[in-house]
């Protein structure tokens, strides 16, 4: 795979890994308000496609959350049947420190994660996303400017980011990057990332930021796709010559 192929598979993985640990975190900061309605409801603003999810439960008793089936669809133009997928992801809280300055989730567990960058003429569908999110965000950063230093509503949004998580378990599994170029009109090939485990995160002192948390998930990610780069194995093998050069 050429470099610059590479650089932007790395990048693509990043991204969606950060929307992932933000949906992740938001879900335990937002107790109650997160549920599949809403989810399905506020993401498509954001991310300017349809969005779909089978169910979503959370257990107040455990402490556990799960998260089936969300798939982000595509822009119009694009012939992939969708950007990203999500079989099921898994959240185990603590319950007792629910409502502490330290935050310790037990275990995150994703399973089944597809991500498919496609190429069009101009663009990709993943470039095209995160365009939307860009948008949508800065209107939401003008939104926060325009609230008056007193707001109740901005207090509440410096309580919530100032406190921290602990997370004791992190697995990332059956995780997969596809490839998909305008003229194989849907046809794709995928590349496995191996399995990644990460623990105790945040268990020093008083804990670490859901940002500083996600730079330590994401360069575990980070690391573990330059090894699949690396092997010397050709992920585009079998598409044939029509795919070399196209990332140019």
Request: aromatic residues 8%.
């Amino acid at each position: 795979m050429k470099t610059k192929t590479k650089k932007r598979l790395k990048k693509t993985i990043l991204f969606f890994c950060a929307s992932m640990i933000v949906l992740i975190v938001g879900l335990y900061f937002c107790l109650g308000y997160i549920v599949k309605t809403a989810v399905i409801g506020i993401v498509p603003r954001i991310t300017g496609t349809p969005v779909k999810m089978e169910s979503f439960s959370f257990s107040m008793f455990s402490g556990k959350a799960r998260m089936k089936n969300f798939v982000i669809g595509n822009p119009e133009g694009f012939s992939t049947e969708y950007a990203f997928s999500l079989n099921e992801l898994v959240v185990e809280v603590d319950m007792d420190t629910l409502f502490s300055k330290k935050i310790v989730i037990d275990e995150i567990r994703v399973n089944g994660v597809d991500v498919i960058y496609e190429q069009g003429m101009t663009t990709s569908n993943l470039k095209e996303i995160r365009a939307n999110v860009k948008s949508y965000t800065g209107k939401e950063k003008d939104k926060r400017q325009e609230e008056t230093a007193d707001s109740p509503r901005r207090e509440e949004k410096e309580r919530v980011e100032a406190r921290k998580v602990q997370i004791n378990n992190f697995y990332f599994n059956d995780v997969k990057v596809s490839l998909s170029v305008f003229l194989l009109q849907g046809a794709k090939t995928s590349i496995p990332i191996p399995d990644i485990h990460i623990e105790d995160i945040g268990k020093e002192g008083d804990g670490v930021t859901a940002g500083e948390a996600a730079v330590q998930i994401f360069n575990a990610i980070y690391k573990s796709i330059g090894k699949t780069a690396s092997t010397g194995t050709d992920p585009v093998k079998g598409l044939g010559d029509s795919l070399k050069g196209i990332f140019k």
